[in-house]
């Protein structure tokens, strides 16, 4: 094995400078006085940056550098990154070291003032135009910032207190991706703010910014604001001289052609004017949330241009400098004119490379009139990066060589798993239309709409199927529920909760945490965990409680928020529940590590503990995770009906890529495989019944076990818990042969059998079998138990199964 190795931090915070180096950085060179420690004259090291991306290692351009010793900053954006991974060659050396980069102190980095469009300002602006004030942040996700403008008095850079008598006006704005942007219109009546103070003879005025976290002001840049007496340049070709000729040439009537040639020229040029560009999908519907699809549709809406040629760019916005990926001249054919642009024909890495951009490019078009150089551009629609053209993935370093053919054989599988990325649309219905499939009386209710109840209040365009998958996916990302496991456990829960998604707000409006009902997909109750998800989010749903349930993207946003940080216990080290707690959460002997959590409320901070539940789901446990949510077992059997349900929707485990979670013995299910199902129907207080079919067979029946709730504690009466069981042989001196059922929860010498007899007396939680049911009894059991024993024999008994689920009636 190689000595060369990358020396730095492997765990860098966000926004912190770090170094990087080799450990040989010291080794002997030939002496030279150009021995600088950076002096690229004697075998220099070169840098490159890696992220991965869906399954992927893909180089970035931007992140390259050379020298001995060099530094890299993460920003917020490299938080999302499945992967990051620096790579080091010196020679025939190479080394590697992944990264995965911490969330930083919350705080805001600086603001910069940029034009409308988010770019850097050339000279001076006027008042009726637009400036965007772009705050960088640092662990502040989802919080809203407060950016207050002031009109500039003093010399010198930074905020003085001697301007805080021009206060000009507070806004707000969301932080998304680091970034937070807050438009300020420059009005003209901030004039007299500036000139009130002796200064109306200044011809020019500026302005700054400042934002304030944790009792600090940080301010902007200033810009330079012409006085509303400053004649201007002419902005955007929007107003020119040539208009007051206009009017006066269309009233005279020319008595000769040599006073003509110079007319239409002008008229032309102020005649014809881009009134407005839009980004659409294919068939014209405004794009919310992520983008998906593989083509856009700009249109341009003009006046006066048709006949004349345009230019349409479409860009990729970046923090620094906007990247092109696509552009195309020709002729507007009517003052509303379309073009459509294939997005999946655009190479990705066109876009940039920035492993701190994060999984999705902010697009926006620019048209350009040809003959004027007039131009606009259009708003910022966020669109998937796997939308576009894939770049092939460089395999020419020892480094990565394995990963790439890794990822091949993974592309050869053609697999079927959910892990580690979205639904697609497809996908996504087949599920719902499945879940509805199961439960007969909600598809005749509500066949395959969603939020169809009538107190949902939900606008009629986000009841959408598109809409939903696209939100789905939005949160299963932000709060990584990236497994097939966790999204089968996430699923489950808000189906119930929502009603079977046909609301986001309780149907009662009774109780004793009124107005602060359950709203959501997660059903967020109680005025206290308002307040928190308000302090996490920015979104003001304490005094507009009803913004939950009302707006699509919130009511998804909060159910993800509750499901990684939402619970609010005590704080200390790990969770397990109260001896109080019920028998059915008690028997999984849960034990998880807390996260302790901060929020400001008025002048205090106050902390609790959390548990993300998707740590639970990777142990399969729905009793445990429904419990945390509901607090009791209010449709507990209803959600473990879903969980086993989607299992199989998702055909899990036998398509899952991460199969380490599952909990049931890792022999897998096949054709020639002895498999029971056995699906629990009727329970009363004294027995449970269900109705059984053995895969392949015309066998079935019906089983009756103990009543519940289910347990896997030894000598207790109650049925053992839904489950996936294997099967073994049983000979013994009280019952001479039966059939062992066990798995990692119940073990196998505790004995739980398949024997006959008719009644919950006959057992001590095992199962029998019969031909025939009525209340508490199944009868002709011993022959049922016969038919099944001559199968399993003539099969063999070899990773034979039972399949507990439930589904009462």
């Known amino acids: 094995m190689s000595d060369f190795k990358i020396i730095g931090n492997p765990n860098p915070v966000v926004g912190v400078l770090e170094i990087y180096t080799v450990n040989d950085f010291f080794e002997k060179v030939p002496s030279s006085p150009f021995n600088e420690e950076n002096s690229f004259s004697y075998n220099p090291v070169f840098w490159e940056v890696y992220v991965l991306e869906l399954g992927k290692w893909r180089k970035t351009k931007e992140n390259d550098k050379r020298g001995n010793k060099v530094s890299y900053t993460f920003l917020e954006k490299s938080l999302t990154r499945n992967g990051i991974r620096i790579l080091a060659r010196k020679g025939d050396k190479v080394a590697r070291l992944d990264i995965k980069p911490l969330s930083a102190q919350p705080k805001i980095d600086h603001i910069e003032l940029l034009d409308k469009n988010g770019a850097k300002i050339k000279g001076r602006l006027s008042y009726g135009q637009t400036v965007k004030a772009r705050v960088f942040c640092f662990n502040m996700e989802r919080r809203r910032v407060s950016v207050t403008m002031w009109e500039d008095d003093v010399k010198g850079a930074g905020h003085n207190k001697a301007n805080e008598k021009n206060f000009i006006e507070t806004l707000s704005g969301i932080v998304k991706f680091g970034k937070a942007d807050i438009d300020f219109l420059l009005k003209p009546s901030f004039a ?158 066109l876009g940039g490379s920035n492993w701190a951009e994060g999984n999705e490019q902010q697009l926006f078009a620019e048209i350009e009139v040809l003959q004027t150089h007039d131009f606009i551009k259009s708003a910022i629609v966020d669109v998937d990066a796997t939308v576009f053209k894939q770049d092939p993935v460089e395999t020419t370093n020892k480094v990565l060589k394995v990963d790439v053919e890794d990822s091949k054989k993974d592309e050869k599988k053609k697999s079927n798993c959910y892990c580690n990325r979205d639904f697609t649309l497809e996908e996504f219905t087949k599920i719902l239309e499945k879940l509805r499939d199961s439960e007969s009386i909600v598809k005749k209710a509500s066949k395959y709409t969603l939020f169809g109840s009538d107190n949902c209040e939900l606008d009629s365009k986000d009841k959408t199927i598109e809409k939903f998958y696209n939100q789905l996916n939005i949160i299963f990302k932000k709060y990584n529920i990236n497994t097939c496991l966790r999204k089968i456990h996430f699923l489950s829960q808000v189906y119930l909760e929502t009603d079977r998604f046909r609301t986001t707000k309780e149907y009662s409006e009774k109780g004793e945490y009124k107005p602060y009902f359950g709203r959501g997909l997660m059903q967020l109750t109680w005025q206290s965990n308002y307040e928190i998800y308000k302090a996490f989010s920015g979104t003001e749903c304490v005094d507009d409680y009803e913004v939950i349930a009302n707006n699509l993207e919130n009511a998804f946003d909060s159910a993800g928020w509750y499901w990684k940080q939402g619970k609010v216990l005590s704080v200390g080290d790990r969770w397990t529940p109260a001896s109080s707690a019920p028998s059915y959460v008690t028997i999984h002997k849960p034990n998880y590590p807390k996260n302790k959590i901060s929020y400001k409320k008025g002048d205090k901070n106050i902390n609790y503990g959390t548990v993300d539940f998707s740590l639970i789901a990777d142990d399969d446990k729905v009793d445990v995770i429904s419990y945390l949510v509901n607090g009791g077992s209010n449709g507990l059997y209803e959600r473990r009906n879903y969980v086993t349900t989607l299992k199989n929707i998702f055909k899990f485990p036998q398509e899952c890529d991460n199969k380490v979670s599952e909990k049931v013995s890792t022999d897998t299910i096949n054709d020639k495989a002895v498999t029971i199902r056995l699906i629990r129907k009727w329970e009363t207080k004294k027995s449970t019944i269900g109705e059984f079919t053995i895969d392949g067979s015309e066998i079935k029946g019906f089983i009756l076990e103990e009543k519940g709730p289910d347990t896997t504690i030894s000598g207790i009466e109650q049925r053992i818990p839904i489950g996936t069981y294997n099967l073994a042989w049983h000979n013994g001196t009280k019952i001479k042969k039966g059939l062992k059922v066990y798995n990692s929860d119940v073990s196998k010498d505790r004995a739980i059998l398949i024997h006959s007899g008719n009644t919950a007396d006959d057992t001590e939680g095992c199962l029998l079998p019969g031909s025939t049911r009525s209340v508490d009894f199944v009868g002709n059991s011993k022959n049922k138990l016969k038919e099944i024993f001559e199968y399993i024999e003539e099969k063999g008994i070899d990773n034979a199964k039972i399949i507990i689920t439930q589904k009462y009636e």
């Open 192 to 349: 007299k703010i500036a000139e009130r103070r002796g200064h109306e003879k200044d011809k020019i005025h500026e302005f700054y910014v400042t934002a304030e976290y944790n009792d600090g002001k940080i301010a902007s840049n200033n810009i330079n604001v012409n006085a509303l007496e400053t004649p201007v340049a002419p902005y955007k070709g929007k107003t020119t001289p040539h208009q007051a000729v206009k009017n006066k040439t269309t009233e005279q009537k020319p008595k000769n052609d040599s006073q003509k040639p110079n007319v239409p020229t002008a008229i032309k040029a102020v005649k014809g004017k881009i009134n407005a560009v839009h980004i659409t999908d294919i068939a014209g519907n405004q794009i919310k949330g992520v983008f998906k699809e593989k083509q856009i549709k700009v249109w341009i809406n003009s006046t006066g241009l048709t006949g004349k040629e345009v230019r349409l760019k479409l860009y990729d916005e970046d923090l620094f400098s906007n990247d092109l990926l696509f552009t195309d001249n020709f002729t507007i054919k009517s003052d509303l004119h379309t073009v459509t642009v294939p997005l999946d024909t655009i190479p990705r890495s």
